[in-house]
């Protein structure tokens, strides 16, 4: 049988098969994630170019080099007037995407929550067909669970606290528990803690909120790691939750004036952590994290 189009051949044709190549990093905040910007050398992709230009031209030039096969899997394109930024480049053997939702078109603010966590996630997959993502950001810690100001989470499992559906069957669906995918080679070597994860809209939490979160068995909380965990399953793509803590959920201090005190500092320790993750995953398959 003649061998299948260029096109059509899976990345494995490629040097390094099984080797993770790609690489996409959710954030939500600009200022999260400018640092990791910085340190991987990655470039903006103008709001009007098409991320399906962007990564054939780059691929080519790789694969021509390299294997002279020339994978075109980007067969979905950011669309025109979405908030969304993608920064990209290689670092290493990885080739690297970074995507945030954008800022508000209102009110000028970073788009946080779930709802713009999930659109973008959704485009980026389509887009870029990454073989691993990392949703990195910041949480707010409980102390009762061991929780502290500055400590790096890897998430073990993610679930929402604020979609209260009270009917058989639905309140499961709601809280929309799920185990994330296991990277026990990052945790021993990378030694951060681990811990379950509950997301919600809100950045403060009323008593029906702390009820869920416990009932989760939470030891962080943030805005948007269940919902990138939902889109990321039902495109089957691993995905890490890695989550620096700003504030003591659990603590005397007001939530919003502690986070936005410890959000520099602690977007620091964030970045180191990321940093370490990418270095540990060049060069290693999926089922060596
Ligand atoms: N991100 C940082 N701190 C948070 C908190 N307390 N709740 C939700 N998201 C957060």
């Known amino acids: 049988m003649a061998p ?12 390094g098969a099984g080797a993770i190549s790609r690489v996409l990093i959710v954030m939500a905040m600009e200022k999260e994630a400018t640092p990791l910007v910085n340190k991987f050398k990655l470039v903006e992709a103008p709001a009007s170019e098409s991320i399906l230009l962007r990564h054939q031209n780059e691929l080519s030039k790789l694969y021509r080099l390299s294997a002279g096969v020339h ?6 394109r950011f669309p025109k007037g979405a908030p969304w930024t993608r920064f990209y480049g290689c670092y290493k053997d990885l080739h690297l995407d970074l995507v945030m939702p954008g800022k508000d078109a209102v009110f000028g603010v970073d788009s946080v929550g779930t709802v713009s966590a999930a659109l973008v996630t959704y485009a980026s997959i389509q887009a870029s067909k990454p ?8 949480a707010g810690g409980f102390k009762a669970k061991g929780a502290s100001i500055k400590d790096i989470f ?14 058989p069957v639905f309140d499961m669906y709601g809280i929309g528990a799920r185990k994330t995918f296991a990277a026990p080679n990052i945790l021993k070597e990378l030694n951060f803690k681990v811990g379950k994860l509950s997301t919600g809209d809100s950045l403060d939490m009323c008593s029906e909120d702390e009820e869920a979160i416990l009932s989760n068995d939470a030891t962080i909380k943030d805005m948007e790691g269940a919902a990138v965990a939902y889109v990321a399953d039902m495109f089957s793509t691993p995905a890490i939750f890695v989550k620096a803590v700003t504030d003591i959920v659990d603590g005397d201090k007001p939530t919003a004036e502690e986070f936005l005190n410890n959000l520099i500092s602690v977007t620091a320790a964030l970045d180191v952590a990321v940093t370490k993750m ?6 290693k398959r999926i089922s060596d994290l």
């Open 4 to 15: 299948p189009p260029p096109s059509e051949q899976p990345d494995a044709a490629a040097p």
């Open 131 to 138: 073989d691993l993502i990392i949703n990195a950001g910041t």
């Open 278 to 283: 990418v270095d540990f995953i060049c060069g």
């Open 71 to 76: 994978s075109a899997r980007f067969t979905t």
């Open 154 to 167: 890897l998430a073990s499992d993610v679930a929402f606290h604020d979609r209260r559906i009270p009917i």
